[in-house]
């Protein structure tokens, strides 16, 4: 009986089940986005295991939520926690996995070096198993870095190896994302004519498979590209296309951002048909636009 009936089978076998049952609730809570509910159920599933390689996975599982949650303290000792045991069962792909979740971790917090250094690791062991996927993601993050550094031959090396990779896999979300890279690190050395190239490539991969909320940031480089260059008309063409996706989907923040970058361009343009223009795309009139940019001026200068 006790085969069937659970509350009659030995803790031995139901307790390994119900820890399987958690960690896989909390993975499916993890994806909806739900980590409060995703951590309590990894906890619960920690309770109930003895399988140390299971809860080496587990707690990896609770540095991504702590990740998601920007705790970073908490997300390196649970991948610290995660990294040690894979180590014990020489689980040297696992280990990759989490070497590079530790150089986001280091990356978001402008711990370069750290950074670096975790992704190289990573990166080694992608290479010793052969898998050119894995590895291309953690080339496009040692991009990253060295950008962050200001060292932009070697970031345009790895982001065109990623890329060699995004393309030999089709996978054409993230060859728009290595183009737009691409396109920030030329831009940074003033080199226009490569930047604009990169950003329209981006740009057509992003329209052709109607990745519409990703095309706004294209845009938005575009605009502050055109902006460098004195090119008025076309940077306050770009940057209206940016801020009416945001503003599709509601994103506020970047909308924000978005406009400040328009009233500086027509500002610094001096050219009143621009006012026009801006004002029309935003849906205000000139004379609201006008107050816009003296409020912008009285709070800078505050």
Same mark, same amino acid.
């Given at each position: 009986?006790?085969?069937?009936?659970?509350?009659?089978?030995?803790?031995?076998?139901?307790?390994?089940?119900?820890?399987?049952?958690?960690?896989?609730? +909390?993975?499916?809570?993890?994806?909806?986005?739900?980590?409060?509910?995703?951590?309590?159920?990894?906890?619960?599933?920690?309770?109930?295991?003895?399988?140390?390689?299971?809860?080496?996975?587990?707690?990896?599982?609770?540095?991504?939520?702590? *990740?998601?949650?920007?705790?970073?303290?908490?997300a390196v000792l649970?991948? =610290?926690?995660?990294?040690?045991?894979?180590?014990?069962?020489?689980?040297?792909?696992?280990?990759?996995?989490?070497?590079?979740?530790?150089?986001?971790?280091?990356?978001?917090?402008?711990?370069? %070096?750290?950074?670096?250094?975790?992704?190289?690791?990573?990166?080694?062991?992608?290479?010793?198993?052969? #898998?050119?996927?894995?590895?291309? $993601?953690?080339?496009?993050?040692? $991009?990253?870095?060295?950008?962050?550094?200001?060292?932009?031959?070697?970031?345009?090396?790895y982001y065109q190896?990623?890329?060699?990779?995004?393309?030999?896999?089709?996978?054409?979300?993230?060859?728009?994302?290595?183009?737009? *890279?691409?396109?920030?690190?030329?831009?940074?050395?003033? *080199?226009?004519?490569?930047?604009?190239?990169?950003?329209? =490539?981006?740009?057509? @991969?992003?329209?052709?498979? #109607?990745?519409?909320?990703?095309?706004? %940031?294209?845009?938005? =480089?575009? +605009?502050?590209?055109?902006?460098?260059?004195?090119?008025?008309?076309?940077?306050?063409?770009? @940057?209206?296309?940016?801020?009416?996706?945001?503003?599709?989907? =509601?994103?506020?923040?970047?909308?924000?951002?978005?406009?400040?970058?328009?009233?500086?361009?027509?500002?610094?343009a001096g050219d009143? $048909?621009?006012?026009?223009?801006?004002?029309?795309?935003?849906?205000?009139?000139?004379?609201? @636009?006008?107050?816009?940019?003296?409020? *912008?001026?009285?709070?800078?200068? $505050?």
């Amino acid at each position: 009986m006790w085969l069937t009936n659970p509350s009659c089978q030995p803790d031995d076998i139901v307790k390994p089940r119900i820890a399987v049952a958690f960690h896989n609730l +909390g993975m499916v809570a993890y994806k909806q986005r739900q980590l409060p509910q995703a951590e309590t159920y990894y906890k619960q599933s920690l309770q109930m295991s003895n399988d140390r390689h299971g809860k080496a996975n587990t707690y990896y599982q609770l540095g991504m939520v702590k *990740q998601a949650q920007r705790q970073w303290f908490e997300a390196v000792l649970y991948y =610290q926690y995660a990294l040690q045991i894979f180590r014990e069962f020489d689980d040297r792909y696992k280990q990759a996995s989490t070497y590079h979740q530790l150089g986001t971790v280091a990356l978001e917090n402008e711990q370069w %070096s750290q950074a670096e250094a975790c992704y190289q690791q990573a990166l080694q062991i992608f290479w010793e198993f052969d #898998d050119p996927y894995k590895q291309a $993601g953690t080339l496009h993050a040692l $991009g990253a870095v060295v950008q962050e550094q200001r060292r932009f031959e070697q970031a345009e090396q790895y982001y065109q190896q990623a890329l060699a990779i995004y393309i030999e896999f089709n996978d054409y979300p993230l060859q728009a994302m290595a183009y737009h *890279q691409l396109g920030r690190v030329a831009e940074e050395q003033r *080199q226009w004519t490569q930047a604009d190239a990169y950003y329209q =490539q981006a740009l057509q @991969l992003k329209i052709k498979f #109607d990745n519409r909320y990703n095309q706004a %940031s294209t845009y938005n =480089q575009l +605009g502050r590209l055109a902006e460098d260059q004195a090119q008025w008309a076309q940077a306050v063409g770009y @940057l209206l296309q940016a801020w009416v996706i945001w503003a599709e989907y =509601q994103d506020e923040h970047h909308m924000g951002k978005t406009m400040r970058n328009l009233l500086r361009v027509v500002g610094a343009a001096g050219d009143e $048909g621009l006012w026009g223009r801006v004002a029309q795309g935003l849906g205000v009139s000139v004379e609201e @636009l006008r107050g816009f940019v003296e409020k *912008q001026d009285t709070e800078k200068h $505050g």
